[in-house]
Protein backbone atom coordinates (compact mmCIF):
# COMPACT_ATOMS: atom_id res chain seq x y z
CA UNK A 1 0.00 0.00 0.00
CA UNK A 2 3.12 2.55 0.79
CA UNK A 3 4.31 2.05 -2.62
CA UNK A 4 1.28 2.79 -4.39
CA UNK A 5 1.01 6.20 -2.45
CA UNK A 6 4.31 7.50 -3.93
CA UNK A 7 3.39 8.00 -7.99
CA UNK A 8 0.56 10.12 -6.24
CA UNK A 9 2.22 11.88 -4.40
CA UNK A 10 4.74 12.66 -6.89
CA UNK A 11 1.65 13.86 -8.84
CA UNK A 12 0.52 16.04 -6.70
CA UNK A 13 3.66 17.61 -5.84
CA UNK A 14 4.12 18.06 -10.09
CA UNK A 15 0.64 19.66 -10.05
CA UNK A 16 1.46 21.96 -7.40
CA UNK A 17 4.43 22.85 -8.97
CA UNK A 18 3.19 23.54 -12.77
CA UNK A 19 -0.32 25.11 -11.66
CA UNK A 20 1.11 28.40 -10.81
CA UNK A 21 2.81 28.59 -13.54
CA UNK A 22 0.09 28.28 -15.41
CA UNK A 23 -1.04 31.61 -15.23
CA UNK A 24 2.60 32.99 -16.22
CA UNK A 25 2.59 30.99 -20.02
CA UNK A 26 2.71 33.44 -22.77
CA UNK A 27 -1.07 34.07 -24.51
CA UNK A 28 -0.74 31.62 -27.53
CA UNK A 29 -3.10 33.11 -29.50
CA UNK A 30 -0.83 36.08 -29.39
CA UNK A 31 1.66 34.13 -30.44
CA UNK A 32 0.39 32.83 -33.22
CA UNK A 33 -1.81 35.72 -34.19
CA UNK A 34 0.54 38.68 -33.69
CA UNK A 35 -0.50 42.70 -34.46
CA UNK A 36 0.35 43.93 -37.77
CA UNK A 37 -0.36 47.70 -38.93
CA UNK A 38 -0.05 50.02 -42.07
CA UNK A 39 -0.87 53.04 -42.99
CA UNK A 40 -0.85 54.44 -46.88
CA UNK A 41 -1.96 57.40 -48.41
CA UNK A 42 -0.15 60.17 -51.32
CA UNK A 43 3.11 60.46 -51.03
CA UNK A 44 3.27 63.71 -52.10
CA UNK A 45 1.03 67.39 -50.60
CA UNK A 46 0.87 70.88 -51.75
CA UNK A 47 1.73 73.05 -48.88
CA UNK A 48 -1.10 72.94 -46.39
CA UNK A 49 -2.71 70.91 -49.02
CA UNK A 50 -4.90 67.93 -47.65
CA UNK A 51 -4.38 64.21 -47.80
CA UNK A 52 -6.33 60.81 -46.64
CA UNK A 53 -4.31 58.25 -45.38
CA UNK A 54 -6.03 54.55 -44.57
CA UNK A 55 -4.48 53.33 -41.29
CA UNK A 56 -5.39 48.89 -41.18
CA UNK A 57 -4.71 46.26 -38.27
CA UNK A 58 -4.82 43.25 -37.65
CA UNK A 59 -3.70 39.99 -35.36
CA UNK A 60 -2.63 40.87 -31.63
CA UNK A 61 -4.47 39.83 -28.37
CA UNK A 62 -7.78 41.68 -29.44
CA UNK A 63 -8.45 39.39 -32.10
CA UNK A 64 -8.20 35.34 -32.24
CA UNK A 65 -6.38 33.53 -34.67
CA UNK A 66 -10.02 32.34 -36.19
CA UNK A 67 -10.62 36.18 -36.79
CA UNK A 68 -13.13 36.95 -34.03
CA UNK A 69 -12.61 39.91 -32.69
CA UNK A 70 -12.17 39.52 -28.94
CA UNK A 71 -11.53 43.10 -27.78
CA UNK A 72 -11.05 46.25 -30.37
CA UNK A 73 -8.23 48.44 -31.65
CA UNK A 74 -7.39 51.41 -31.31
CA UNK A 75 -4.27 54.40 -32.36
CA UNK A 76 -2.62 57.51 -31.72
CA UNK A 77 -0.95 59.38 -35.14
CA UNK A 78 1.55 61.92 -35.14
CA UNK A 79 3.58 64.09 -37.35
CA UNK A 80 7.47 64.55 -37.09
CA UNK A 81 9.75 65.77 -39.46
CA UNK A 82 11.17 69.56 -39.90
CA UNK A 83 8.51 72.42 -38.96
CA UNK A 84 5.58 71.12 -38.60
CA UNK A 85 3.38 74.44 -37.73
CA UNK A 86 -0.11 74.66 -39.36
CA UNK A 87 -0.74 70.75 -39.92
CA UNK A 88 -3.77 69.12 -38.59
CA UNK A 89 -4.81 65.26 -38.16
CA UNK A 90 -8.22 64.29 -37.58
CA UNK A 91 -8.67 61.99 -35.83
CA UNK A 92 -5.29 62.05 -34.37
CA UNK A 93 -6.46 59.26 -31.84
CA UNK A 94 -9.64 56.83 -31.35
CA UNK A 95 -11.12 53.43 -32.49
CA UNK A 96 -10.08 51.72 -35.38
CA UNK A 97 -13.72 50.15 -36.44
CA UNK A 98 -13.18 46.72 -38.49
CA UNK A 99 -9.74 47.27 -38.23
CA UNK A 100 -9.44 50.05 -40.26
CA UNK A 101 -9.67 54.01 -39.79
CA UNK A 102 -9.20 57.06 -42.39
CA UNK A 103 -7.23 60.05 -41.48
CA UNK A 104 -7.90 63.02 -42.89
CA UNK A 105 -4.84 65.26 -42.82
CA UNK A 106 -3.83 68.58 -43.63
CA UNK A 107 0.24 69.64 -44.68
CA UNK A 108 1.85 71.76 -42.42
CA UNK A 109 2.75 75.22 -43.79
CA UNK A 110 6.83 74.48 -44.88
CA UNK A 111 8.46 71.99 -47.81
CA UNK A 112 10.42 68.85 -46.57
CA UNK A 113 10.29 65.38 -45.93
CA UNK A 114 7.83 64.64 -43.08
CA UNK A 115 6.75 61.10 -41.33
CA UNK A 116 3.37 60.42 -40.68
CA UNK A 117 3.56 57.47 -37.69
CA UNK A 118 0.59 55.92 -36.32
CA UNK A 119 1.00 53.93 -32.98
CA UNK A 120 -2.07 50.99 -33.43
CA UNK A 121 -2.70 49.23 -29.85
CA UNK A 122 -4.42 45.74 -29.93
CA UNK A 123 -6.83 45.64 -26.61
CA UNK A 124 -8.07 42.75 -25.14
CA UNK A 125 -11.32 41.99 -23.50
CA UNK A 126 -8.84 40.79 -20.42
CA UNK A 127 -4.69 41.07 -20.45
CA UNK A 128 -2.18 43.12 -21.65
CA UNK A 129 -2.46 45.06 -24.62
CA UNK A 130 -0.08 44.56 -27.93
CA UNK A 131 1.31 48.01 -29.55
CA UNK A 132 2.85 48.57 -32.70
CA UNK A 133 4.57 50.97 -34.49
CA UNK A 134 3.99 51.99 -38.38
CA UNK A 135 4.58 54.93 -40.47
CA UNK A 136 4.77 56.32 -43.93
CA UNK A 137 6.79 59.26 -45.82
CA UNK A 138 5.48 62.17 -47.94
CA UNK A 139 6.95 65.49 -49.35
CA UNK A 140 5.08 69.16 -48.97
CA UNK A 141 6.03 70.98 -51.88
CA UNK A 142 4.88 74.46 -53.51
CA UNK A 143 2.50 73.86 -56.45
CA UNK A 144 2.27 75.10 -59.69
CA UNK A 145 -0.34 77.14 -60.15
CA UNK A 146 -2.86 77.17 -63.67
CA UNK A 147 -5.54 79.41 -63.41
CA UNK A 148 -7.48 80.86 -66.07
CA UNK A 149 -10.89 81.71 -67.02
CA UNK A 150 -13.43 79.48 -69.17
CA UNK A 151 -16.34 80.91 -71.04
CA UNK A 152 -20.02 79.42 -72.55
CA UNK A 153 -20.25 81.54 -75.29
CA UNK A 154 -23.88 79.53 -75.92
CA UNK A 155 -27.44 80.71 -75.17
CA UNK A 156 -27.44 77.46 -72.95
CA UNK A 157 -25.91 75.80 -70.09
CA UNK A 158 -23.36 73.69 -70.90
CA UNK A 159 -22.96 70.76 -68.81
CA UNK A 160 -20.11 67.82 -67.44
CA UNK A 161 -17.22 69.24 -70.02
CA UNK A 162 -13.71 67.98 -68.57
CA UNK A 163 -10.50 69.89 -69.20
CA UNK A 164 -7.23 68.01 -69.81
CA UNK A 165 -4.01 68.89 -68.33
CA UNK A 166 -0.72 67.90 -70.03
CA UNK A 167 2.98 68.59 -68.91
CA UNK A 168 5.39 68.74 -71.82
CA UNK A 169 3.07 66.11 -73.93
CA UNK A 170 2.47 63.97 -70.48
CA UNK A 171 -1.23 64.02 -69.25
CA UNK A 172 -0.80 64.63 -65.81
CA UNK A 173 -4.73 65.34 -64.59
CA UNK A 174 -8.15 66.06 -65.87
CA UNK A 175 -10.46 68.81 -64.36
CA UNK A 176 -14.58 67.69 -64.47
CA UNK A 177 -15.90 71.53 -64.69
CA UNK A 178 -19.19 72.54 -63.15
CA UNK A 179 -22.41 73.72 -64.74
CA UNK A 180 -21.54 76.79 -66.72
CA UNK A 181 -24.15 78.77 -67.39
CA UNK A 182 -25.02 80.34 -70.84
CA UNK A 183 -23.19 83.32 -71.58
CA UNK A 184 -21.14 82.53 -68.37
CA UNK A 185 -17.91 82.12 -67.28
CA UNK A 186 -15.86 79.61 -64.64
CA UNK A 187 -12.50 80.66 -63.26
CA UNK A 188 -10.53 77.81 -63.41
CA UNK A 189 -7.29 76.96 -60.85
CA UNK A 190 -5.44 73.67 -60.92
CA UNK A 191 -2.29 72.69 -58.38
CA UNK A 192 0.03 70.63 -60.07
CA UNK A 193 2.25 69.50 -57.48
CA UNK A 194 5.76 67.70 -57.87
CA UNK A 195 9.02 66.92 -55.79
CA UNK A 196 11.00 68.75 -58.67
CA UNK A 197 11.67 68.99 -62.51
CA UNK A 198 14.68 69.43 -64.24
CA UNK A 199 15.97 72.92 -64.96
CA UNK A 200 15.03 73.92 -68.34
CA UNK A 201 11.71 75.35 -70.31
CA UNK A 202 8.46 73.03 -69.64
CA UNK A 203 4.92 73.45 -71.57
CA UNK A 204 1.53 73.43 -69.70
CA UNK A 205 -1.41 72.63 -71.99
CA UNK A 206 -5.09 72.70 -71.02
CA UNK A 207 -7.49 71.25 -73.35
CA UNK A 208 -11.03 71.59 -73.24
CA UNK A 209 -12.54 67.79 -74.25
CA UNK A 210 -16.12 66.44 -75.50
CA UNK A 211 -18.15 69.49 -76.28
CA UNK A 212 -14.88 71.77 -76.61
CA UNK A 213 -16.48 73.58 -79.60
CA UNK A 214 -19.21 74.92 -76.92
CA UNK A 215 -16.88 76.33 -74.41
CA UNK A 216 -13.49 78.37 -74.67
CA UNK A 217 -10.13 79.82 -73.06
CA UNK A 218 -9.86 83.61 -73.03
CA UNK A 219 -7.55 82.97 -75.93
CA UNK A 220 -10.81 82.01 -77.57
CA UNK A 221 -9.62 78.72 -78.73
CA UNK A 222 -10.27 75.00 -76.70
CA UNK A 223 -6.57 74.75 -76.12
CA UNK A 224 -4.25 76.89 -74.02
CA UNK A 225 -0.39 76.40 -73.44
CA UNK A 226 1.51 78.36 -70.54
CA UNK A 227 5.50 77.66 -70.49
CA UNK A 228 7.92 79.05 -67.43
CA UNK A 229 11.12 78.16 -67.04
CA UNK A 230 12.80 75.98 -64.40
CA UNK A 231 16.23 77.91 -63.10
CA UNK A 232 19.30 75.45 -62.38
CA UNK A 233 20.27 74.60 -58.68
CA UNK A 234 22.69 76.86 -57.68
CA UNK A 235 26.46 75.87 -57.83
CA UNK A 236 28.06 74.60 -54.59
CA UNK A 237 31.16 76.33 -54.56
CA UNK A 238 32.37 74.54 -51.60
CA UNK A 239 33.45 71.50 -53.52
CA UNK A 240 35.32 73.41 -56.12
CA UNK A 241 37.21 75.13 -53.04
CA UNK A 242 37.71 71.97 -51.48
CA UNK A 243 39.26 70.06 -54.22
CA UNK A 244 41.63 73.61 -54.95
CA UNK A 245 42.81 73.24 -51.15
CA UNK A 246 43.57 69.56 -52.23
CA UNK A 247 45.78 70.39 -54.95
CA UNK A 248 47.55 72.70 -53.42
CA UNK A 249 48.33 70.83 -50.62
CA UNK A 250 49.37 67.99 -53.27
CA UNK A 251 51.60 70.27 -54.98
CA UNK A 252 53.41 71.56 -51.70
CA UNK A 253 53.91 68.00 -50.93
CA UNK A 254 55.05 66.98 -54.18
CA UNK A 255 57.99 69.99 -54.12
CA UNK A 256 59.22 68.84 -50.60
CA UNK A 257 60.00 65.79 -51.38
CA UNK A 258 61.53 66.92 -54.80
CA UNK A 259 63.62 69.38 -53.00
CA UNK A 260 63.80 66.96 -49.91
CA UNK A 261 65.33 64.68 -52.86
CA UNK A 262 67.95 67.22 -53.97
CA UNK A 263 69.58 68.31 -51.03
CA UNK A 264 70.56 64.50 -50.05
CA UNK A 265 71.90 64.22 -53.34
CA UNK A 266 73.85 67.47 -52.59
CA UNK A 267 74.67 66.09 -49.57
CA UNK A 268 76.24 62.81 -50.72
Request: glycine share 10%.
Amino acid sequence: MKRALVPVTLLSVALMVLLPCASALPNISNSSNPLTATVTGPSILNVLGKGKFVVTASGGPSQLPNGTMSGNYTFNATLSGGNTSGYSITPHTGPLVNGTATLSLVAPNNTGTYALTVEVISNPKTGSPAYYNTSTDFIVAVPYVLSTTISNPNSFTVNGAIVQVSLDGSIVGTITLPSIAGNGTYSLIYNYTTAGLPSGWHTFTLSIQGIASLLKFTNDQTTLTVSFYVTPAPVNYEYYYLFGITLALLAIFISLLVVGGRRKRREK
